[in-house]
């Protein structure tokens, strides 16, 4: 079926134009059918900024019923006061999936443009498998008598879209419908679900002098580069944070450094914090270790480290080492986890929590 595209069209004058489009495709291509009844009462059915064509009050032949149910997708033009509307078929959301949870339940569907496949690779990825443990843990907020004093439902969620990072799930784009079981008010619910990661704090101490090590990177989402910790996503999900973050070091700096000489920081949080930094709750599930290195090196290490070019070009990895003053680190970095690692080193220091630092680091890629 070839696209009909609207334009400068009222939402009432688009709504009669495309039903007279379709009345007569119909009769043009059926004049020895049955007529359609109440074709004027089906009602346009609005979900996600999209309009479906609705059936239900229509009687038309079989053949065409792909037709009736094509879409038409709503989009405002900004500044002009215009929408437009393009009229296609075959892309609407396929049935939805049933799912339990806390003894109750709730559908899931995929939007428009996700494939039954990705959907199904989106419910058993470890984001969204930990998305819904979170949920019905003991601070989960389908709990009942939570900390928010507050007992809410999962109705309803649609998956809107995934990025594979080769055979497994790397990103998944969803929303939730939550709602206050009291008042029934719904809770913002746009998710995107990326799972853990680790960062390190790398403190190298010269003559005297403490020095952090950073790396610069081009981070497309924010337009810029930015100067931040190590740190990386965990591949699967057996939770190997210290693992990774001694690869993730070795990567982006060249250091080669032991398992057994990084101090968990965010393990020192209380543990109803569940032990992890969340640097933006209100959209993303992402939880962050913040690890500690320490180590005494010689000042050709510091000046060896500076301006080091590194990281996995073939992964889109654009990385330049920086040495800073550890006592001008908090004014160098806008990076949430540095300033997080920082507050976290600075109490631990306080309290006297933290074991001495181990002897200089090796050098492998120096």
């Known amino acids: 079926m070839r696209g009909l595209s609207c334009s400068s069209l ?10 007279s489009v379709l009345l007569l ?55 002009e006061g215009m929408q437009k509307a393009v009229v296609r078929g075959g892309d609407a959301m396929g049935p939805p999936l049933s799912l339990s949870i806390n003894g109750g339940s709730f559908e899931v569907v995929a ?27 003991p601070k989960g907020i389908l709990t009942l008598g939570g900390s ?4 809410c439902s999962l109705r309803h969620v649609v998956i809107q879209s995934v990025d594979m990072f080769g055979q497994r799930v790397g990103f998944v784009k969803f929303k939730a419908e939550v709602f206050d079981d009291l008042t029934g008010a719904k809770l913002p619910g746009i998710v995107f679900a990326r799972g853990g990661a680790v960062a390190i704090l790398m403190l190298l101490e010269c003559e005297g002098q403490k020095y952090a090590v950073l790396t610069e990177q081009a981070r497309v989402p924010v337009g810029r580069t930015i100067l931040e910790l190590p740190a990386g ?46 640097p933006s709750p209100g959209g993303s599930d992402e939880e962050i270790t913040l690890l500690l290195y320490r180590g005494y090196v010689k000042q050709e290490v510091i000046s060896s480290l500076q301006g080091q070019e590194t990281g996995l070009r073939d992964h889109g990895e654009l990385i330049k080492v920086h040495v800073v003053p550890y006592n001008t680190l908090w004014r160098s970095s806008p990076d949430a986890k540095a300033l997080a690692a920082i507050a976290l080193y600075e109490m631990a220091l306080k309290l006297n ?12 890629a120096l």
């Open 148 to 151: 928010g004093g507050a007992r």
């Open 10 to 19: 009222s939402p009432l004058i688009l709504q009669k134009e495309l039903r």
């Open 25 to 79: 495709v119909a009769l043009k291509r059926n004049a020895r059918s049955p007529p359609v009844k109440n074709f004027h009462s089906a009602p346009l059915r609005s979900l996600n900024r999209r309009i479906t064509w609705s059936t239900t009050d229509c009687k038309v032949p079989e053949s065409y019923k792909g037709f009736w149910g094509a879409q038409a997708q709503m989009s405002s033009m900004a500044g």
């Open 233 to 278: 996503m965990l591949d699967d999900d057996d939770g190997d944070f210290v693992g990774t973050a001694a690869r993730e070091v070795e990567e982006e700096t060249g250091i080669h450094i032991k398992t057994s000489e990084l101090v968990d920081l965010t393990a020192l949080l209380d543990e109803s914090t569940g032990c992890r930094m969340f």
């Open 353 to 364: 929590l933290l074991p001495l630092p181990p002897n200089a680091p090796e050098l492998s």
């Open 111 to 137: 939007e428009s443009g996700v494939s039954d496949t990705d959907l199904r690779k989106a419910i058993e990825s470890v984001p969204f498998q930990r998305w819904l443990e979170n949920m019905k843990g």
